[in-house]
């Protein structure tokens, strides 16, 4: 099957899998959405939202409407590295056998990440750069596709260990979850105070997720998309000749290239699952905010002023 076939067909595919979703997650589109961009691009995400906004429910839909393993780990300021890992114990030949930890499963959902010290996180961050663990100094390799979905709760802040900024950017999209529409709360409470179960059928196997995933990078990008992808991010930059006046004014640290690698691959699926053959400026504009907003440090005057980082970013167009 050719290329342009494949579009065509993820294309429907993506159609069925979000009215598959909706099933059970009401609302909320636009996350779902760039939930689904990350896995196709092969990303990690960071979900940052208050309690109780079905976070896990909607991973957990996600996986299944997929047909992939999910996993939970509840991060806590007692959780070891080998917690999330596995451990070698000995067996009763007197042989060093390995129990895998949770980390072991195709979805991960890391829930409230930065209430865990950085020597866990940090266990976590390797297996999401490497898709492999070491431990013992045995490395395994973690079966594909691999997706961590991290959350954090931006409300409470006591006992939280902030993840660092270079740990930040190895997830490809920090996604804002807002409170939902009344409507859509008057669809939940409806949905989710019956005895009504909806089940969810698996439409994808892992294979065929990562012939998507092979599929978005084979897509073809005109130069002129990477130059504004690469420009805006180096607009970013306070210290550079090119950053734009409102970075001067509000911005301590801008995003590094990992941004517009970022920002090109999932400019590429977002341009797939709407039926383009290859992506335009649009396709990087509705990548953007989720993209940079984790990657651009604020300073005091921004925090003063209230300048929220949606606002930096929309200069930036």
Do not use: C
Not at 72 to 98: A, V, Y
Not at 148 to 173: K, S
Not at 244 to 252: Q, R, S
Not at 280 to 287: L, M
Request: charged share 25%; net charge negative.
């Amino acid at each position: 099957m050719s290329d342009v076939a494949k579009v065509e067909q993820l294309v429907n595919k993506y159609k069925t899998l979000r009215s598959e979703i909706a099933k059970v997650i009401v609302g909320q589109e636009e996350v779902v959405n760039q939930i689904l961009i990350s896995i196709f691009s092969g990303g990690h995400a960071l979900l940052i939202g208050v309690p109780g906004l079905a976070k896990t429910l909607m991973v957990n839909t996600i996986a299944q409407a997929l047909g992939l393993d999910f996993k939970r780990i509840q991060f806590t300021p007692d959780l070891m590295p080998s917690d999330i890992l596995g451990s070698e114990i000995l067996d009763e030949d007197r042989h060093f056998k390995f129990i895998k930890g949770p980390i072991f499963a195709n979805i991960i959902l890391a829930d409230e990440i930065n209430r865990t010290p950085p020597k866990t996180q940090a266990a976590l961050l390797e297996a999401m750069q490497e898709r492999a663990v070491t431990v013992a100094g045995h490395h395994y390799k973690l079966s594909l596709p691999y997706f961590v979905l991290a959350t954090q709760n931006p409300i409470e802040q006591e006992g939280t260990y902030p993840l660092p900024e270079a740990q930040l950017d190895r997830f490809m999209f920090a996604i804002n979850l807002d409170y939902p529409s009344f409507q859509e709360e008057v669809e939940v409470v409806k949905a989710t105070t019956s005895d009504k179960k909806a089940s969810v059928n698996p439409l994808f196997t892992s294979e065929e997720i990562i012939d998507i995933q092979h599929l978005i990078r084979r897509i073809p990008v005109a130069d002129n998309v990477i130059e504004y992808a690469v420009k805006m991010v180096g607009k970013t930059r306070p210290n550079t000749t090119t950053a734009a006046e409102m970075i001067k004014d509000y911005v301590d640290w801008g995003a590094g290239p990992r941004a517009s690698q970022n920002l090109i691959l999932a400019a590429k699926t977002h341009a797939a699952i709407h039926g383009k053959f290859s992506p335009d400026i649009e396709n990087v504009q509705a990548v953007a905010y989720s993209i940079l907003r984790h990657r651009i440090i604020k300073n005091y005057k921004a925090e003063a002023e209230g300048i929220s980082e949606e606002q930096i970013i929309k200069s930036l167009f």
